[in-house]
């Protein structure tokens, strides 16, 4: 049985013609982030795994915050118009995702079993489907951009802003799609670091591309929206390059063209039996938060912005906790690979301690500078004076959201998906909803009513999902994905 360490993947299969030719310079510049990404030994930490995740999620963020705060220079309904688009991007984004988290944990099954044939199989296998989800995607957007952002109730003088940033935009998504499957894989196999090195250069060249679209720089005509639509587009496909570059760089993986049309259905259904239970959990706190926030918006104008300001805010903390849960789920997911359930189960524990000390610390920073940070957004006392509040109140919040993070993410390692699902069904829409209309509009409580019910909701589940871990009911699910496993390794050799 092989060392759940999955790094150095060479697949024993002879190299395929990849779609994107990977040239001489591409390469040299891959050997240069390889040797700044390399880890330092075959069995990474916690850390060594976790720190570029973070940053990687950061940046992302990043690029649509950049994004924003240039167009807003052009006008407010211009950057209205972005938000309203983005809104609707991050909505296909979403499809996406469900593939990518499933074929992430299916991978680190197999290289914690020594399987590497079998995780490039279900690497060529998701890259293939969220392709064709992406170019289907990719196509109704651009086809219906303008019916979109009508149902999104744009007025018409904003179309003009909104319509050709997300035809462009939308248009581009099946990247996007392949960006996401192929990084997914990456960190499979522990390769944190070349995501982050990619977002990071893709940061660059889109602000670069926004300040000469947007400002009409070295003679380039002022593009405005446009601009930095096209920009963007720009960085995508360089992001785009670089993914398939360091896939066949990693892993010695390349896909030809029949490999997009010979999809093994088995192997998706692998891949969906965790992937779709993590997306629909998602969707269920997303439209809870939804209702949630026109209870907010029952309160007043001033309180929907206090709710913005410290949502924003808390975004940093909340980061910690999902970098260190990404971590432990690939950590976890090697290791059930290798059948070392012991060193999981105390694994997540030492992880999930580490993740309530980060996330206490974070959050108490956050509040105690909060006075000066708002200061930044808003002038008006009694705004920021309420904001400092919730987020002392975040405290509880998100030590709550760590427990929910980090053990749901090693669950779903284990191949143990449906428990959390259940308990977000029942929780969100049986506590955290009722109690926060309760809290705050019928007994008057306001948002610090709403803030208490988040808290007992991120409390009960993440006390669940403790008490479940110690249970080790996920040690029947982790023998199945062995079990599969091992059954695709024999089907593979009898082939």
């Known amino acids: 049985m092989g060392e759940p360490d999955g790094l150095n993947f060479k697949s024993p299969s002879a190299p395929l013609a990849s779609p ?3 040239a001489p310079c591409l390469r040299g510049m891959v050997d240069v982030l390889s040797r700044m990404s390399a880890p330092e030994s075959s069995k990474p930490n916690l850390l060594a795994i976790a720190w570029p995740i973070f940053v990687e999620q950061g940046l992302r963020i990043l690029i649509g915050i ?12 211009a950057a209205a118009a972005l938000d309203v688009s983005n809104r609707l991007l991050f909505a296909c984004l979403i ?3 469900f593939v990518a988290i499933g074929a992430s944990v299916v991978i680190t099954h197999h290289l914690g079993s020594g399987d590497r044939t079998g995780a490039g199989r279900i690497t060529t296998n998701a890259i293939a489907v969220n392709t064709w989800l992406g170019a289907i995607t990719s196509v ?25 940033f997300l035809s462009l935009m939308g248009g581009t998504l099946f990247m996007e799609a392949m960006n996401m499957s192929i990084a997914g894989t990456l960190r499979a196999h522990k390769h944190t670091r070349d995501a ?3 977002i990071g250069a893709q940061n660059i060249l889109n602000v670069a591309g926004n300040c000469v679209l947007l400002y009409g720089l070295f003679g380039a005509p002022k593009m405005g929206v446009t601009g930095v639509a096209l920009s963007s587009v720009f960085s995508r496909c360089c992001a785009c390059v670089a993914f398939w570059v360091l896939l066949d760089y990693r892993t010695h993986l390349r896909l030809r063209v029949r490999d997009f049309f010979a999809i093994s259905w088995p192997v998706i259904r692998r891949v969906l039996r965790i992937g779709l239970p993590a997306a629909a959990e998602n969707g269920c706190y997303l439209s809870a938060l939804m209702l949630v926030t026109t209870f907010t918006a029952r309160l007043g ?5 206090i709710q913005a300001f410290a949502f924003n805010l808390q975004r940093f903390v909340i980061l910690f906790s999902i970098s260190i849960g990404l971590g432990t789920e ?8 290798a059948g070392r359930l012991e060193e999981a189960y105390h694994g997540l524990l030492r992880s999930l301690r580490t993740g309530l000390v980060v996330a206490l610390v974070g959050i108490l920073i956050i509040a105690a500078a909060s006075p000066w940070l708002m200061t930044l957004f808003s002038k008006r006392p009694e705004i920021i004076a309420s904001t400092v509040h919730l987020l002392y109140l975040s405290i509880l919040i998100e030590t709550g959201r760590v427990f929910n993070i980090v053990v749901i993410n090693s669950l779903r390692a284990t191949g143990d998906v449906g428990f959390p699902l259940k308990m977000a069904v029942l929780s969100m829409w049986g506590v955290w909803v009722p109690l926060a209309w309760a809290l705050g509009l019928w007994l008057g409580f306001g948002l610090p009513g709403i803030w208490i019910a988040m808290a007992t909701d991120e409390w009960l589940r993440g006390l669940l999902m403790h008490r479940r871990w110690k249970q080790r009911h996920w040690m029947k699910t982790s023998a199945r994905a062995r079990a599969h496993v091992t059954a695709a390794t024999d089907d593979a050799a009898l082939a």
């Open 20 to 22: 994107v030719d990977t």
């Open 66 to 77: 950049v994004d924003f705060y240039m167009v807003s220079q052009i006008s407010e309904g």
């Open 95 to 97: 499809i996406f995702n």
């Open 140 to 164: 109704a957007v651009f086809l219906g951009a303008a019916p979109l952002l009508r149902m999104m109730k744009m007025p018409d003088h904003l179309m003009a802003f909104g319509l050709p």
């Open 196 to 198: 982050m090195f990619v």
């Open 301 to 305: 104008e001033d309180s929907l912005a």
């Open 330 to 337: 690939i950590m976890v997911g090697h290791l059930v690979g």
